[in-house]
């Protein structure tokens, strides 16, 4: 379900936003989302009086609208979290149970005895998804892209507005706190980014650790190093363009630490031990095949 999930995101994000490039100023996302973040944009400017500000506050409007998202997406984390340790019992006998049937296999000797083992492993991967349902035990799942696939084209479309600006075109010639030119590149501005992010990173994986499912760990492994591409990914773009997405992207790391943090607090790992288990019996293990001969 992780990878399905994962798949799911990058084929909607590729659909929203394929066809689609700072420069164009026609079409149904410039129309739709980047026109709009333009306009949101000098409005705030025409109230605060500066460019800089009001890149921050654009910004943080935007990551306030997606939290309630974000936070959701940890409850229901933590939720599966404790349906994994209730499931647990189970899962390992499950465990246990194909094990086994490796061996079995392994020792067959003739086609249909190695068919009959594969069926026999199949019943018990599907006794494996019946439990993970039973618990509600599912870490990932298409509501936990959700807030991705919500914050996606909004807040590419103030990346867009950033890079190349038309009603707020003002911000091209502007300081922010008098030191950082938005217009042009900024050899400082990158190098925070890349700090902030990646402190943002560190503190996730240390406040909000992902639930790794037995069989998993090579996965969720490969899943933290994709992590910490991001920091070197935002540092790259924010040398590369001018010094407004720079900003853009500090101020939206520095809400996603505050975010992590309180979303910590609200919602905080479970600990094993402390997980009431249900009573469980290895031998009353119910296969979903022999339950539907039972109905």
């Not at 798949?7 to 394929?18: D, G, K, N, P, Q």
């Not at 921050?56 to 309630?68: D, E, F, K, S, W």
């Not at 969720?220 to 853009?248: H, L, R």
């Amino acid at each position: 379900m992780k990878k399905l999930s994962l798949i799911v995101l990058s084929l909607s994000s590729m659909f929203i936003l394929s066809g689609c490039s700072p420069q164009d100023r026609d079409g149904w996302f410039y129309e739709t989302f980047t026109k709009p973040m333009d306009l949101l944009l000098k409005y705030i400017y025409d109230l605060v009086g500066s460019w800089g500000i009001a890149i921050v506050v654009i910004t943080l409007i935007m990551r306030i609208i997606v939290m309630p998202f974000m936070f959701k997406n940890y409850k229901q984390q933590r939720l599966a979290k404790i349906g994994q340790e209730k499931a647990k019992p189970e899962l390992d006998v499950i465990k246990v149970k194909l094990e086994e049937l490796k061996k079995e296999e392994v020792r067959a000797i003739t086609k249909e005895d190695k068919l009959k083992v594969r069926s026999q492993q199949m019943e018990l991967q599907k006794e494996q998804f019946a439990i993970m349902k039973k618990y509600n035990a599912n870490p990932m799942s298409l509501s936990g892209c959700l807030p991705l696939l919500i914050q996606a084209p909004f807040l590419t479309g103030i990346y867009f507005t950033l890079v190349n600006p038309l009603y707020s075109a003002g911000i091209v010639e502007s300081t922010f706190l008098g030191y950082f030119n938005l217009g042009t590149r900024s050899y400082v501005l990158p190098i925070i980014a890349f700090i902030v992010y990646a402190y943002q990173t560190k503190l996730n994986l240390k406040l909000m650790p992902t639930n790794v499912q037995p069989g998993q760990e090579a996965m969720a492994e490969q899943m933290k190093m994709i992590q910490w591409i991001t920091p070197v990914m935002i540092a790259m773009i924010s040398f590369i363009m001018a010094g407004a997405v720079a900003v853009y992207y500090i101020v939206g790391g520095i809400f996603l630490i505050g975010q992590t943090y309180l979303g910590y607090k609200l919602y905080p790992p479970i600990k094993p031990e402390k997980v009431e288990k249900t009573n469980f019996d290895s031998n009353k293990v119910t296969l979903v095949s022999n339950r539907k001969k039972k109905k």
